[in-house]
């Protein structure tokens, strides 16, 4: 009855998403990815991902960065590409193909500096987002001893970031903990398996507070590494005069170029997410619109389901906790 009431109040919905992160880690690098390859890799499914004027400006000249350095056989990089250095939003029109979109993915994007001038900001957009990326630089996070794990990945503050943004939570949340940088450490399964390993160690106070008896029943964290170029290794580290890291990235194959992997992984678990809570008909005011147009619009709800089976689960791609809010029958 209400769906029936309300079927014509019903438009396009927005879904938010937190990007979290420290400047230079690759959150930008990450959307271009996931921007660049999505109808490549999810043609067949009849889903189409359209960014609006603003985010296709940005993502196609970091883009067009991306493949530059792609050609390069060795790259430089002293944090990042680029870096972001101010809060944005990155707005994505989903739908069926050929036909008005039926949801709006709204990706929001703060650099380590506004994190922390502007903590509430942040908290408040966690509250409201059903979904949250944390972006990780992977060579910080494994080599060294993970001696530059702390500064560039800024784990703490995450942590109090999650504290305040999941105090009395009451509804489910997806935590997509996104390693990127990461081409090296995915050749070999012994590689592999420390990433997991690091991952579980050094976000531990994270991981258990998900854990704990107030979280575990609302929040699924998974881990989906993104291979943003694909074809370029890390190779090594060297120190400017200030003792800063200068990172050193080569080309695993001479005559690759631009080739990202796993960039439909972080979306494939969102949707699957948002599916599984449709089937279980939560009741969550922020969303329940969405579940609305969802159960008008079958096409758009077979489209996501086919696409969301591609979710990945074995070796770097790891379901923490939470795998009853994944499950689909």
């Not at 993502?59 to 680029?82: H, V, W, Y």
């Not at 990780?136 to 500064?151: F, V, Y």
């Not at 009741?283 to 619109?289: D, G, P, Q, R, T």
């Amino acid at each position: 009855m209400l769906s029936r009431i309300l079927q014509p109040l019903v438009k396009k919905q927005t879904l938010k998403v937190t990007m979290l992160g420290h400047s230079g880690v690759g959150k930008t690098s990450l959307l271009c990815a996931m921007y660049d390859q999505f109808d490549q890799i999810i043609g067949k499914t009849n889903l189409q991902l359209t960014p609006d004027h603003d985010t296709k400006t940005i993502l196609d000249q970091r883009l067009k960065q991306l493949k530059e350095s792609a050609q390069q056989n060795s790259i430089k990089i002293r944090g990042g590409l680029e870096n972001t250095t101010t809060a944005r939003t990155y707005n994505f029109d989903l739908g069926k193909t050929g036909q008005s979109p039926s949801l709006e993915l709204q990706f929001q994007d703060y650099h380590g500096g506004y994190i922390l001038r502007k903590k509430e900001t942040v908290i408040n957009y966690i509250k409201e987002s059903v979904a949250i990326i944390i972006a990780i630089d992977t060579p910080a996070l494994m080599e060294n001893n993970s001696r530059w794990h702390e500064e560039l990945n800024q784990p703490q503050i995450i942590y109090d970031l999650f504290k305040s943004g999941f105090a009395e939570l009451d509804s489910p949340k997806l935590v997509i903990f996104a390693p990127v940088k990461c081409e090296k450490y995915l050749r070999k399964s012994n590689d592999e398996e420390e990433l997991v390993t690091k991952i579980q160690k050094k976000y531990s106070n994270l991981l258990n507070f998900f854990c704990s008896d107030a979280l575990v029943p609302y929040v699924a964290a998974v881990m989906t590494p993104v291979e943003t170029l694909g074809s370029v290794d890390f190779a090594y580290i060297e120190e400017d005069e200030n003792g800063q890291p200068i990172w050193f990235f080569r080309k695993s194959d001479p005559n690759e170029l631009y080739k990202p992997k796993n960039s439909d992984q972080p979306l494939r678990y969102l949707l699957r997410f948002l599916l599984k809570l449709h089937l279980q008909k939560r009741k969550m005011s922020f969303i329940e619109l969405i579940f609305i147009m969802m159960e008008r619009d079958k096409t758009f709800l077979n489209a996501m389901s086919e696409f969301s089976n591609g979710c990945k689960n074995n070796r770097a791609f790891t379901v923490f906790q939470g795998e009853n809010l994944l499950r689909i029958n």
